[in-house]
């Protein structure tokens, strides 16, 4: 059973498992972390960024003044942002059966993996995982395509250049493998792929294995998976939540008594707290609005985004921003919020009451019904003329890089009235912001990020005490900025086993077992005997099926029987009947009672010799000697079948039989 | 031999107040709990008794499932959690935990209200008996307790209708409740895996029919709409809230849009607005088409389609009226019939099934002189059309679900005897499948046989497969040979060297010898050598050796030789070997070693 690690992203991670005869890989996630080395893709000419420097070695030999423009000391791309991949040397895709998602998040290196490679298995993911990651996906592509740009920089990734190149881009790994964004084209093709299941479905592959989600309370549809046979369990434990918010509440039972539990997707904000955060982001929201700037709040199009905007609803009036236009502008901003309203079986049980009355179960459509939440699909059309200041804008993409937020940021950078907040916390957002310097608006940085904390963790891993625990190398060691704290990585017994991008783990599994079915006519024939009390064997002999991964024994069939005409002349050639195998013995044969026994099978003339491990029994009349010992008989007579096959079947009356 | 027993207190060769007791494996279940539509005493509820004389229902199920929120389907759950006792989980999908207390509740006020019935339940009852439902998603296991596993699929019929796959062990039971195998306008059609039960329950409402296209059936519905309204005369159309209305709704508003119709369409009681609303919020249960396109357009906001007041039945001139309850016989469907019932240039189009006893079921057969409450009778002067609209699977779609399922046996409830009898014969014959049929308080017992799961340790297995390839060969079986060891509930399938190992148990060890005295002219090592050779010779496939301590071995069977003190000539065979030596038998070894001997002589 072995592991194949594809990306070194703990909360994006894609890792194979190889279970039995099948392949599965865990996740997908696409590493975006790599567009901050690329300069903004902006919505309208922008003059600022058109006018960066170019760059050229300080010693002039290299002149990449094309292709890489610099903004405030720092070097960027100018280029259609790029993605880091998951790893594709590590192993033939093609040979993958089954990819199981856990999350919208998780999913976004998928048409990656499923076109082009000669992927032909199967995708599973939860319905609210599959139509919000077609959204998310949808607007990434819809951000990339609707600003083409030409120019495709690659002379930038030769390795002599990079190595000259300054900090952060002569330290990106593997820029070679980087990818430009995929097609809608293939956003569809892959997603047809998918197919939906279930909390608690049990989804059969092959007959070997058994997969299953379990509600994971990070997002809607968000799930853990298990992967078992009847003898082995792994558990793959993906961005989990157990805070209250709007999904449904993690599932943390049924990952009880795995062999092996593969932990990935731990917050990235270990010591920031996510009620605290809120907090801060209404109260610094309020107050750039009371002093009449603007609010731009940069985040993904489903998520977090629900919990703020609920958020606010409570908010909005005790703050007195009853007049305050809130807008939310994505390609995907009415669909998202119209999708979040109907997956009831996903949501909180709070969420869930709602429907029954029949209320929607977010308040935001309230918000959307009175006028104070606008969305749209983009800054051009109806945004251009309804749009009022001062406002709050919810707008993707959280990178700065590219979507409707790039205009803002261009629009109110310069002014100190306006606020930026960053929730989302995928990305530094010193980095972010880099390529916008120098910046006038202020920065508020409260990242939410709701999934499990080290604390947490630690209590969940000993409830459900998994043998081993499998996650990536960051987790074993506390973060590079803060060495010293030691309650910020995971200790435990045994340690766990780390991995990172490109490692293969040997999982520690003894399998012993394996699920077999009698057939009901084997079963009834099975004579079973009490060995010990409460224990009992009998001994089956039958013959083995397998197909499909499932095997049955059956009773062992009667030879057909031979056609009345040829009986003469075949009785002589037949061949002996088949023997069936005979049983092991176990116990002793007791002196006296044998010795009853053969006197009433009409052998009487015995002679008993006692030995240092037994006796020796002769049997004068018939010449044969009968060796009794603790743990053996021997038979020793002339050639006499008949009375050989009596003494045989008189010692085994008196021993079990396996 | 395990057993599966199944006893309809409701739905038994009958439609109405379905409710069926499924025993398997230890554990008894209820499936739905409905009432009659055709009575208004005793008979309208199933007959609780017949579990218990006396007291709760708790200890004697495991669990209640209801399938769908009509009320032949629910209808009784209150009385019977509340009234006659039940605290055990009550299991039903989101769209029928929201739904169902909103028809009880209707229905309580009909009965209560307007009737003016005593020793009913009360709104409170509803409310409490809604605390025990536990609600089920598609497709997920759940998990009773640690035996019985239930997992539902969608079943068309109506929103959050389900089936049941119902399993304990390896025993199982699919119930179908209500359900459609063709997609309509709002809905999709019922799919299940092929997960091979012991029994499929399965309705029969339409055992008989082999519906036309859908398609013709609406033209026609329209047809009669449009020309009634054409004459001036208004249509009423009874209906049960949710369901079957939506799906007539969505379809005369596409229509009224497209011939531009300016008559009013009305919709009655407030349940209107809050069903739709409920299909809104539930929309990943409708048909795809709808789901796709919910964001652009949501099929269940209806523009031409109003509420009704009760004041508009007087109203000159044209018009249509959806109306509760779908069956006629209370509500307001009932008044406005009784209103308009007088007037030939009406029209009434009952869009579904009506049980026996109410009026629906009367004026469907013909009848035009009805009598009312208080002797008056009421002269039935207007059209009375019947559209098969009601989502049921027909014969074909019946047949499919058996070829979906699998099923080893069958069995019909929910549907007329006459008509169970024709679709009985239909599926044993082409499906080779018992089916059975029982009544109202009739046990029908099924025997399982169902294979037994053992653990079987992997070494024994591998070694097995290695050995005997994956296929045996039917022509010369391998027989494997291994030892079951019963402990507590485990069963566990290892070597017998490893049984021995496990539990601590010595082996015993049988031996046989045998003393034959041949004549034989040689040496002692010349004979036994020549023995050897000649076996060698002889016993192709078996491993021979001659060993150093001068014993010849073949497999398992040692041979030594002495000669007699007496007569260097006379030569003493010992053969030796052990009980579980199989592969050659002692006496065909001796054969030959004796025919080699003797000859050479």
């Not at chain 1, 369990?233 to 049924?254: E, I, N, R, W």
């Not at chain 2, 009423?236 to 531009?260: D, H, K, S, Y």
């Not at chain 2, 779908?326 to 008044?335: D, P, R, T």
């Not at chain 2, 070693?593 to 003797?598: A, D, G, M, V």
Request: net charge neutral; glycine share 6%; hydrophobic share 35%.
């Amino acid at each position: 059973m072995k592991l194949y690690c594809l990306s070194g992203h703990p909360t994006l991670p894609c890792n194979v498992l190889k279970f039995k005869s099948t392949t599965i890989m865990l996740d997908c996630g696409l590493d975006t972390t790599s567009v901050l080395n690329f300069l903004p893709l902006p919505l309208v000419h922008s003059p600022r960024l058109s006018k960066l420097p170019g760059w050229v070695s300080k010693d002039g030999t290299v002149n990449l003044e094309k292709e890489l423009k610099e903004c405030a000391g720092r070097v960027f791309v100018d280029s259609q942002p790029e993605f880091c991949l998951p790893e594709k040397e590590l192993l033939d895709l093609s040979t993958i059966d089954v990819i199981l998602i856990s999350n919208y998040h998780c999913m976004m290196a998928l048409p990656y993996i499923t076109e082009h490679t000669g992927f032909t298995g199967t995708v599973y993911a939860t319905e609210p995982t599959l139509q919000i990651g077609r959204l998310l996906m949808e607007e990434l592509v819809n951000f990339m395509e609707r600003v083409p740009k030409a120019q495709s920089a690659t002379c930038w990734k030769n390795k002599e250049i990079q190595r000259m190149l300054p900090g952060p881009l002569k330290d990106a790994v593997e820029v070679w493998t980087w990818k430009r964004c995929y097609s809608m084209q293939e956003v569809n093709s892959a997603l047809s792929k998918v197919q939906l299941v279930g909390y608690s479905q049990k989804v059969e592959l092959f007959g070997a294995v058994q997969v299953s989600p379990l509600s994971s309370g990070y997002s809607l549809g968000s799930s853990n998976w298990i992967i078992q046979s009847h003898h082995e369990k792994v558990a793959y434990v993906s961005g989990s939540s157990l805070l209250t918010t709007h999904p449904q509440p993690m599932d943390q039972s049924s990952l009880k008594n795995s062999d092996v539990l593969i932990l990935t997707g731990l917050t990235q904000m270990p010591t920031a707290n996510p009620d605290g955060m809120l907090g801060d982001f209404c109260s610094n929201l309020a107050m750039t609005i009371r002093a009449g700037g603007n609010v731009l709040v940069p985040c993904y199009s489903s998520g977090v985004i629900y919990d703020l905007l609920e958020c606010l609803y409570q908010f909005i009036e005790s703050a007195s921003l009853g007049t305050t236009p809130f807008y939310f502008i994505s390609p995907v901003a009415n669909s998202s919020l119209e999708f979040s309203q109907i997956f009831a079986e996903w949501l909180c049980h709070n969420k869930q009451s709602k429907v029954y009355l029949p209320e929607p179960p977010f308040p935001h459509a309230e918000l959307i019904q009175t006028n104070k939440l606008k969305h749209y699909p983009s800054i051009h059309g109806d945004f251009s003329s309804e749009f009022r200041q001062p406002c709050v804008v919810f707008t993707g993409h959280p990178s700065l890089r590219f979507g409707d937020v790039v205009h803002f940021m261009e629009l109110w950078g310069k002014s100190s009235l306006n606020t930026i907040i960053f929730t989302e916390p995928d990305f530094s957002y010193l980095d972010a912001l880099a390529p916008y310097q120098p910046l006038a608006m202020k920065c508020v940085y409260c990242p939410i990020d709701t999934r499990l904390n080290f604390h947490q963790v630690s209590k969940l891993l000993k409830e459900v005490q998994p043998l081993h625990v499998v996650c990536p190398e960051q987790y074993t060691q506390p973060p590079p900025s803060q060495s010293h704290r030691s309650d910020l990585m995971l200790e435990l017994q045994p340690p766990p086993m780390p991995y990172r991008r490109c490692s293969v783990l040997s999982l520690p599994f003894r399998r012993r077992y394996e699920r077999i079915h009698l057939l009901p006519e084997l079963a009834n024939s099975l004579v079973p005997s009490e060995i010990k009390p409460g224990i009992s064997v009998a001994t089956v002999s039958a013959v083995l099926h397998s197909k499909d991964n499932k095997h049955t024994l059956q009773s062992v069939p009667k030879p057909p029987p031979v056609p009345p005409t040829k009986k003469r002349k075949r009785v002589i050639e037949e061949p002996p009947e088949v023997l069936a195998p005979k049983p092991l013995l176990s116990g002793a044969v007791p002196l006296e009672a044998f010795l009853a026994t053969l006197h009433k099978h009409g052998i009487t003339e015995v002679k008993v010799e006692e030995t240092a491990d037994g006796h020796i029994l002769h049997l004068q009349a018939e010449d044969t000697l009968i060796q009794l010992e603790e743990d053996g008989t021997h038979i020793v007579c002339d050639n006499n079948e008949p009375l050989r096959t009596t003494l045989r079947d008189l010692v085994l009356r008196f021993l079990q039989k396996l | 031999m395990p057993e599966i027993k199944v006893t309809p207190l409701g739905a038994g060769q009958d439609v109405g107040r379905s409710c069926i007791l499924v025993s398997i494996g230890g554990k008894n279940i209820m499936l739905d709990c409905g009432m009659h539509m055709g009575y208004n005493d005793d008979r309208r509820f199933p007959d609780f008794s017949y579990i218990t004389q006396n007291g709760r229902l708790t200890e004697f199920l495991d669990c209640v499932i209801i399938s769908h929120f009509h009320l032949d389907h629910c209808g009784a759950l209150p009385y019977m959690s509340e009234m006659v006792g039940y605290d055990g989980p009550i299991y039903m999908t989101h769209p029928t935990k929201a739904i169902c207390p909103i028809l009880l509740e209707d229905f309580r006020k009909i009965t209560v209200d307007k009737k003016g019935e005593t020793n009913f339940f009360t709104s409170q009852m509803i409310k409490d008996c809604m605390k025990k439902v536990i609600p089920l998603n598609l497709h997920q296991t759940v998990q009773v307790d640690d035996e019985l596993e239930i997992k539902a699929y969608y079943a068309g019929h109506v929103l959050g209708a389900a089936m049941v796959h119902i399993k304990v062990g390896s025993e199982s039971v699919v119930y179908t409740g209500d359900y459609n195998m063709t997609p309509d306008r709002h809905l999709g059609a019922a799919w299940i895996d092929k997960c091979r039960p012991d029994i499929l329950i399965s309705e029969s409402t339409y055992a008989t029919t082999i519906r036309d296209s859908k398609r013709c059936r609406e033209r026609d519905f329209l047809k009669k709409v449009h020309e009634t309204i054409e004459r001036g005369g208004k249509v009423l159309i009874p209906v049960f809230a949710l369901g079957r209305a939506q799906e007539l709704c969505i379809l005369l508003e596409t229509f009224w849009e497209r011939m531009n119709l300016k008559a009013p369409i009305y919709f009655s009681t407030g349940l209107t607005e809050k069903a739709n609303h409920y299909y809104k919020l539930f929309i990943t249960w409708t048909n795809q088409k709808i789901r796709k396109t919910f964001v652009q357009r949501n099929m269940f906001e209806f523009k031409h389609i109003k509420a009704f007041d009760r004041s508009y039945a007087d109203n000159p001139g044209p018009m249509v009226v959806f109306a509760t309850p779908g069956m006629l016989h209370a509500g307001q469907s009932l008044q406005i019939f009784k209103k308009w019932a007088g007037n030939e240039k009406n029209m009434v189009i009952m869009p579904g099934y009506c049980v026996q006893g109410t009026i629906g079921h009367k004026i469907l057969n013909g009848q035009r002189k009805l009598e009312m409450e208080g002797r008056a009778t009421l002269d039935v002067k207007l059209q009375v059309e019947y559209m098969s609209f009601s989502a049921h699977a027909d014969a074909k779609g019946i047949m499919q679900l058996i070829r979906m399922a699998e099923p080893r046996n069958m069995l019909l409830v929910h549907g007329e005897a006459a008509k169970m009898e024709f679709l009985k014969g239909k599926i044993e014959q082409e499906f080779n499948i018992n089916c059975y049929m029982p009544a109202n308080g009739e046990t029908e017992t099924v025997t399982t046989n169902p294979s037994v799961p053992v653990d079987i340790s992997l070494n024994l297995l591998k070694r097995e497969m290695a050995l005997g390839g994956p296929l045996p060969d039917t022509k010369k079986p391998r027989t494997m040979h291994g030892t079951l060891i019963m402990k507590e509930n485990s069963l566990r399938l290892v070597s017998p060297e490893q049984a021995l190992k496990e539990l601590g148990l010595n082996e015993h060890q049988l031996r046989f010898t045998c003393r034959v005295q041949l004549q034989d002219p040689h040496s002692d090592s010349d004979t036994l050598h020549r023995i050897y050779t000649h076996l060698k010779s002889v016993l192709k496939g078996y491993t021979i050796q001659h060993l150093p301590d001068s014993t010849v071995m073949v497999e398992s069977i040692v041979i030594k030789l002495s000669s007699s003190a007496e007569d260097p000539n006379t030569k003493v065979l010992l053969l030796s070997w052990s009980y579980q030596v199989i592969d050659l038998s002692y006496s065909q070894l001796l054969l030959n070693i004796r025919k080699k001997l003797t000859c050479s002589r």
